[in-house]
């Protein structure tokens, strides 16, 4: 089967709704006031059990909760309609950074402005708007910017430049700054912030290195930094980049990072993303269309709000030392053979985005399968911790991820239950506490699929005395 044949016949799964979930364990847990935190085994990531404190994550872009983005995008100073209508019909809210951008003002004006135009004219004949946003990078706002005499001046200048077009997703302030650098950009991010609270300042951070993914001091590190970096610029989302697939095995920092981000976002209360592995270069290859839903849909249980696809155009391939190859566009701006697996996956991870919904989520891996490496989180007084939280009481199959939210006040849990086989579907059993009746999923490789469980309400007190009592 084909990249594309097997991303195109995967058909898209209905929400599952479990009703008359009666545990217990639901009712302590959304009695409790303030954040508790669940001991777990020595080696395994805390599991957190304050998730019913933390509200829905706000999205970045108005009215798409999650958004997906290519980058890179579309040329510089491409300004040919068919261009970013064929962007758009790939699957892709966000244009990330354009191919071979020189970061010229003149070109930023002239993109947003003929998305204006699109998004006017698709107003005008009423039709749901195709036209994408973009993240403009300006050559007068570097990372280090504040460390030179007026760039207060310049931040405004670009404000008054680009901030008042329809399809300004935010400023592209810096890609995978070091710690060390957070006193230079964040004073520009926080500027930025007063200047255009609608357009968010976006930071791209790098991940935990492959080779500290075990180390829980690192991990511990990693997301002091991030976080200290999201308080420090203001930022209202954040993204990182892991690519896992090389020549070998799956590194490790890929999952390692996405648990750390995932609390990141819960100790900030803000969104984060994920930037994917999509185009082959220097060590990395192209992923398949496996790959890549794998790639989205872990992360869709970790409770990301974006993705975006790590190249959709591809760069030159003759630049050394990346040889950049597999986009889904080419260099020479034809489509290539993979564009139409890339929006498969696209309209897949939408859907499923879309049921899954914006409350925050923790995950757990079962099943084993995890790269080599990679913290196991299949530990007893883990999977214990998620059942109370959650009230899954064993899921077998796999192997697999389970992405979780605490109870709504309705008493709904949602879930995102994952495939982290590559190669095969499997057949996962969910089992929760009695009286409801245990479910069979059975999802492609890569694949997931979200469910809802409703909790009855808590019983009632007997030493409450009854309204006919009083009377």
């Known amino acids: ?43 395994v990531v805390d599991v957190e059990a304050d998730l019913a404190t933390l509200p829905a994550l706000p999205s970045p872009l108005g009215d798409r ?33 354009p191919l071979e951008d020189r970061f010229r003002r003149a070109d ?30 300006d050559d007068s706002l570097h990372p280090d910017e504040t460390t030179r005499p007026g760039w207060e001046m310049r931040v405004r200048a670009v404000v008054r430049a680009c901030g008042g077009s329809r399809s300004l997703a935010g400023y592209f302030l810096a890609d995978e700054p070091r710690p060390a650098d957070l006193a230079s950009w964040a004073p520009a991010a926080r500027l930025l912030r007063r200047l255009d609270p609608a357009h968010p300042a976006y930071v791209n951070f790098l991940p ?39 020549a070998g095995d799956e590194q490790p920092h890929f999952l390692a990072t996405l648990r750390e981000a995932a609390r990141v976002s819960h100790a900030t ?45 591809t760069p030159n391939p003759d630049e050394e030392p990346w040889r950049w190859h597999g986009g889904a566009i080419a260099y020479d701006g034809t489509r290539t053979a993979r564009f139409d697996t890339l929006a498969a996956i696209n309209r897949r991870v939408r859907a499923l ?66 495939n982290r086989d590559r190669t095969r579907a499997r057949t996962f059993t969910v089992t929760f506490a009695p009286p409801a009746p245990p479910r069979d999923f059975t999802l492609a490789p890569g694949d997931a699929v979200v469910f809802t469980a409703r909790t009855a309400p808590p019983a009632p007190d007997p030493r409450t005395p009854s309204r006919s009592d009083r009377r």
Not at 123 to 128: I, L, Q, S, T, Y
Not at 286 to 312: C, D, K
Request: charged share 20%; hydrophobic share 50%; with cysteine.
């Open 353 to 418: 985005a879309g049921a899954r919904g914006a409350r925050p989520m923790r995950a757990v891996h079962f099943g084993g399968g995890l790269p080599a490496g990679c913290v196991d989180l299949e530990d007893m007084r883990a999977m214990a911790a998620m059942v109370e939280i959650s009230g899954v009481a064993s899921v077998t199959g796999g192997p697999g991820t389970i992405g979780f939210t605490a109870p709504a006040v309705d008493g709904e849990v949602r879930y995102v239950l994952a």
């Open 208 to 246: 935990i290195p492959a080779r500290d993914a075990a180390d829980a001091t690192a991990r511990a590190r990693w997301r002091a930094d991030v976080t200290r970096a999201v308080t420090a610029g203001e930022l209202a989302l954040f993204t990182f980049d892991a690519y896992p697939f090389g």
């Open 1 to 43: 089967m084909t990249e594309g044949e097997g991303a195109g016949r995967r058909a898209i799964t209905a929400v599952v709704v479990i009703a008359a979930v009666a545990i217990a364990l639901f009712a302590a847990t959304r009695a409790r006031k303030g954040a508790r935190r669940i001991a777990a085994a020595p080696g």
């Open 65 to 97: 909760a999650f958004w997906i983005g290519g980058w890179v995008g579309p040329a510089a100073g491409d300004c040919d309609p068919v261009t970013w209508r064929t962007h758009a019909a790939a699957g892709l809210d966000v244009s990330m950074g």
């Open 108 to 137: 930023n004006v002239a993109r947003l402005a003929l998305l204006d135009s699109l998004r006017d004219a698709d107003v005008r004949g009423h039709e749901a708007s195709g036209v994408p946003f973009v993240f403009v990078r």
């Open 269 to 313: 209360a803000r969104p984060f993303g994920v930037v994917l592995q999509w185009t082959g270069h220097a060590a990395l290859r192209a992923v398949t269309a496996e790959e890549a839903l794998y790639e989205a849909t872990q992360a869709l249980a970790h409770g990301a709000s974006g993705i975006t696809w790590f190249t959709y155009r």
